[in-house]
C-alpha cells in the first residue's frame, strides 16, 4: 500500500501540473499580444482580475457567467467518457431556450412554479433530442459525431430565427425579433442576498450530479468501459448504441437547461441572444477540465472571469471587445497541445517520487 | 554483401534502473562474429531492456558495449546502424499499401531529394540475387502472408547492409511452416558467416533446433550460458523458470453423459471488407470437453470467436446455448454463463487506462456486491474482489489500482483469465490463450483451462498452437477455407493427417 499512494498522488499531479504550466504559458502568450497592442501586459492582468474577482460584483458577474459554462461544459465532458467529441452545446442552448419559452407561452395561468419546471422539463428534453440526433447517426450511421453536433448548432440557431421572425413573433420586437415575454412572475429569482440568479447552483449541482453518476454507478462505469475500448465492451456484452443515446441525451439536456435559464433567469423571451456563444466557450471549459465534471466548475468561474473582464479591458486599456476571445483562443490552443504532454513526464515523477 | 566476418559485439556488466526497478543488474552478454545466438527468458527477465540498450534506446547506467574489442556508446537506433547492428520488431514496421521495393528504399538513413527509382530497383535486385531468400519486389506488403513480410523485415535490414541482426520473437506471427523456413535461412547466413543473429524468444524447440548458444536472463540477471549442443530442453528450461519444470498431469475427469452446451449451425459471417469468411459451419461442444479448433490463421478462427464474444455479428445460421437460441447480450451471457478470453487481451478485453480493480470487474459491476441496489457503485467492493483474484491468479504487481496497461502481458492474460474464470462458468470461448507468454504462466494458464473443463465448462480453444490443441483438447477439429474439415479424438489424432488438412490437401 505504501507504493499506491505516491501513485494516486502522481496521477492527480500530472493534470495540475501541466493545467497549471499552459495557463501561465497562455497568459505569457496574451501578454505578448495585448503589448503589441501597445497595452501594458501588467496592467491587463491587473485589470482583469478587478473586473472578474476584485470585488463582490465583480464575483456576482462572474458567476452569472459561469453558471451556463458549468452546464455546456458538460455537453462535451460526458460523451467524452464514451470517446465521443461532441460540439454541439451551442445547439442544445438554443434549442433549450426556444423550446422552454414556448412552453411557458402556452400557459398563461398557470403558477410560476409549475411554468418554471415545466419549461425546465421542455428545455432539457429539447436539448437532449437535439444531441441525441448526433448520438444516433453516430451509432447507427457512422457519422462522425463531432461534423453532425457541430452542423446541428446551425440548424438550431436558424430554426430559432425562423421560429422568432415567424410563428413566435412578438409583434412588438420590432429591431430584434423575439418571442413574447414569458411574464415578469414566471422569472427565475435570484439567491437571497445576492444579485446571483440560481443558475449558479443548478450549475454546480448538475456538475456534482454528472461527476457521480460517471463515477459512483453503474450506468457510469458501463459508459467508461465502452469509451475505453468499444471491443472490451462488447464481450462484456453491454448495449453500447443505447450508452451513447443516453449519454448524448443526458449532455444535451445539460445545455437545454443552460438555455432554459438563460430565457427564464435573464431574458425573459427567446431570442438570439440565446447563441451567445456559451456552448462552444464550454467545449473550452471541458478541454481544460480534462472532461471531468467537478473540474469543470473551477473552470468555469476562471473563463467565466476572464469573459467578465471584458468591459472594463475595453474601458481601461482601450482594447477591442474581441480581447478576450483572443485569449480564450490562446488558451484553448495551449490547452491542446498541452494534450501530448501527457505520460512524457512519466520518468520524472517516477524518480521524483522514489 | 560486404567483406570480412561480421563484428563481434559484447555487453559488459549492463545495469540498467528504472526509478526503483533494477531492470538489469550486471548482465553480461556475447555475441560470437557469425553466430546463432538466442537469448530466453521469461515475461519481464530484462531481455527486451538489454536489447533495448544494445540498440541505444535506453543507455545503461552501468557497464559498456564492446564491438570487435573496442568499447562503443550507441546514442540511438539509427546510430547502431551506423554500427551495422539492425533490429527486427515482433510486430511489423512496413507500410502495408506500399510495395517492397518501396519500403526498402525508404528505410535507408538517407533518401536523396528525387528518388531515381530505376536505379534503386536495379540495386536492390542485385541485392536479392545474393540473397538465400526472395520476395517480389513489385508485390504490395498488404498482400504477402506473415512470413513473407517477416522475410521483408529481415531483407530490410539486410539492405542496411547491418551485419548483426537482433530479431525480437520473430517466429510469433508466424506459421510453424513459416517460422522454420525463415530460422533455417538465418541460419545459413551465420554459417556463411554473412550476418550474426541474436532472437529473443519462448519458444525453445526453436533454440534448439536453430542457434549455436544460448543466454539465459532471470529477473534481470545473467543466468548462464552455454552451447546449446551441449544442453538439452529441460535443462534451458530449468534455467529460465529457476526450478526443475514439473510437468504436472492435467488431471481429466470423464463425465458419463454427454450433455450438448453450444450449438452451432450453419454459421456464415463476413470479415471487415465483406468478404464471407466462416462459411457454413457446424460445431457441437458439450459439457465437460474441450474442442481445440486447429488450421492455419486467416481461416475464418478470428471471426468464429468474435461472433461468440459479441464482437461481430452472423450473417446467418444459428447459435444455441443449452437449447436456446443465444445473442451475446449482458443478459444472456451472464443467465448461460459464456464467458470469453480472446487474442490479445488488452486489445480485446481490457479498457488499459481503467484499474486492474475496474478491469477485473467488467463481468460482474452491474451486480452485488459491486453495485449497492443494482445502480451504485462501490468502489471499497471492487478493491476487495479484486485483491482475491490477485491474490489467487497471482497477479503481479498487486496493486489493484494501477492502471492495467502498466501490467506485462502474461500479467494482463493472468487477469482476464481469473475475471472469466471467477464465477462459474458454463462456456468458455478462448483464443490463443498462451500467445507470447512464458513457460511458466503458459503452464498455469493451461492447468487453470483443464481445471474449468474438469468442473464441467464446454471450452472452444482456437490455438495457433498445434502443441497446445493436442495437449488440451478432448476433441480437434480443423479449420480450413471457413469450414471445419476434419474432426478428430485427441488420443487418436495423427498430427500428419492434421496437417494436410489445415494447408487444404484433402487427397
Partial sequence: MSVAVPQILNKALEPFLIIVGSLTVSM??????????????????????????????????????????????????????????????????VMGGLFAAIVALTMPTAPPIVVLTTMALAGMVAGGVWLMIGGALRHYRAVNETISSLLLNYIAIALLNHLVTSTFRDPESLNHPSTHHIGEANMIGVIPGTDLHWGLVFGIVACVIAWFLM????????SRIAGGNVRAAQVAGLPVGRLILTICCVAGAAGGLAGMLEVAAIHGRA?????????????????????????????????????????????AHELPDATVLVMQGI??????????????????????AS | MTDGAPPDLQALGITKRFGPLVALKDVNFHLRSGQFHALLGENGAGKSTLVKCIMGYYH???????????????????????????????QFTLIPNMTVLENLVISKAKLDPVINWQQE????????????????????????????????????????????????????????????????????MTLAQQVSVLIITHKLREVAAFADEVTVLRKGQFVGSGNVSELNVSQMAEMMVGSEVTARPKQRTVLSKKVPKLVLQDIRVKDDIGVEVVRGLHLTIHEGEIVGVAGVSGNGQRELVEILSGQRQTTSGTIHVQDQ???????????????????????????????????????????????????????????????????????????????IQSLSGGN????????????????????????????????????????????????????????????????????????????????????????????????
Fill in chain 1, 28 to 93: 505569457v502568450l496574451f501578454g505578448i499580444f495585448v503589448a503589441s497592442a501597445g497595452a501594458d501586459p501588467f496592467e491587463v492582468y491587473q485589470t482583469m482580475y478587478r473586473a472578474a474577482f476584485g470585488t463582490s460584483f465583480s464575483w456576482q458577474n462572474t458567476l452569472v457567467r459561469a453558471a451556463p459554462l458549468m452546464l455546456t461544459a458538460l455537453c462535451t465532458a460526458l460523451p467524452g467518457y464514451l470517446g465521443l467529441i461532441i460540439i454541439g452545446g451551442e445547439g442544445a442552448v
Fill in chain 1, 215 to 222: 463515477h459512483h454507478t453503474v450506468f457510469g462505469f458501463a
Fill in chain 1, 271 to 315: 431570442n438570439d441572444t440565446l447563441n451567445a456563444n456559451y456552448g462552444y466557450a464550454g467545449i473550452l471549459v471541458a478541454f481544460v477540465a480534462r472532461n471531468n465534471p467537478l473540474a469543470i466548475i473551477p473552470v468555469a468561474v476562471l473563463l467565466g472571469g476572464i469573459r467578465a473582464s471584458s468591459g472594463l479591458l475595453q474601458r
Fill in chain 1, 331 to 352: 488558451i484553448f490552443l495551449v490547452i491542446l497541445f498541452s494534450e501530448t504532454l501527457y505520460g512524457r513526464f512519466a520518468k520524472l515523477q517516477k524518480q521524483g
Fill in chain 2, 60 to 90: 545503461p547506467d552501468e557497464g559498456k558495449i564492446v564491438l570487435d574489442q573496442q568499447a562503443v556508446t550507441i546514442h540511438s537506433p539509427r546510430d547502431a546502424q551506423t554500427f551495422g547492428i539492425g533490429m527486427v520488431y515482433q
Fill in chain 2, 121 to 188: 530497383e536495379h540495386q536492390l535486385t542485385q541485392f536479392m540475387d545474393t540473397m538465400p531468400f526472395k520476395v517480389s519486389l513489385s508485390a504490395r506488403v498488404s498482400s504477402l502472408a506473415a512470413g513473407e513480410k517477416q522475410k521483408v523485415e529481415i531483407l530490410k535490414q539486410l539492405a542496411l547492409r547491418n551485419r548483426i541482426l537482433i530479431l525480437d520473437e520473430p517466429t510469433s506471427v508466424l506459421t510453424p511452416q513459416e517460422a522454420d523456413e525463415v530460422l533455417g535461412h538465418l541460419r545459413a
Fill in chain 2, 325 to 403: 437460441p443465444f445473442q451475446p447480450t449482458r443478459e444472456q451471457i451472464m443467465r448461460h454463463k459464456i464467458f470469453c478470453l480472446p487474442e490479445e487481451p488488452l486489445q480485446n478485453t481490457c479498457v488499459g487506462r481503467m484499474t486492474v480493480a475496474e478491469n477485473l470487474a467488467f463481468r460482474n459491476f452491474d451486480r452485488e456486491p459491486h453495485a449497492v441496489g443494482g445502480w451504485l457503485i462501490s468502489h471499497p467492493a471492487l478493491r476487495r474482489s479484486a485483491f482475491e483474484l490477485i491474490e489467487r491468479y497471482n497477479i503481479k504487481p498487486p496493486y489493484p489500482d494501477t492502471p
Fill in chain 2, 412 to 507: 494482463i492474460q493472468r487477469a482476464v483469465l481469473a475475471r472469466e474464470l471467477s464465477a462459474e462458468v458454463e462456456i468458455l470461448i478462448i483464443a490463443n490463450p498462451c500467445f507470447g507468454l512464458d513457460f511458466l504462466a503458459m503452464e498455469e494458464i493451461r492447468l487453470q483451462i483443464v481445471a474449468a473443463r474438469n468442473r464441467g465448462t464446454a471450452v472452444l480453444l482456437v490455438s495457433e498452437d498445434l502443441d497446445e490443441i493436442m495437449e488440451l483438447s478432448d476433441r480437434t477439429v480443423v479449420m480450413f477455407n471457413g469450414q471445419l474439415v476434419y474432426e478428430t479424438t485427441s488420443s487418436g489424432a495423427d498430427l500428419a493427417i492434421i496437417g494436410r488438412h489445415m494447408t487444404g490437401h484433402t487427397t
